[in-house]
């Protein structure tokens, strides 16, 4: 992952690729999602869709109770 702030730059130029590895626009490290541009959207909104879930999953086992 190349880590860079779009705010500060139009264009970003990417390095060359290195063959055999993968680039990757966010990676999750200890249960943390970075994105290549240190913002946490990523995050917050898969912690809302498990949130979601979760709550979801209670209001129906409670219903079936």
Do not use: E
């Not at 992952?1 to 063959?19: E, G, N, Q, S």
């Amino acid at each position: 992952m190349i880590v860079h702030l779009p705010r500060r730059r139009k264009h970003f130029a990417y390095p060359t690729a290195i063959p055999d590895i993968v680039r990757v626009d966010k990676m999750n490290i200890l249960g943390i999602t970075f994105s290549d541009t240190l913002t946490f959207h990523h995050h917050i909104s898969a912690l809302v869709a498990k949130s979601a879930r979760f709550l979801c999953s209670q209001d129906h086992s409670r219903s079936w109770s």
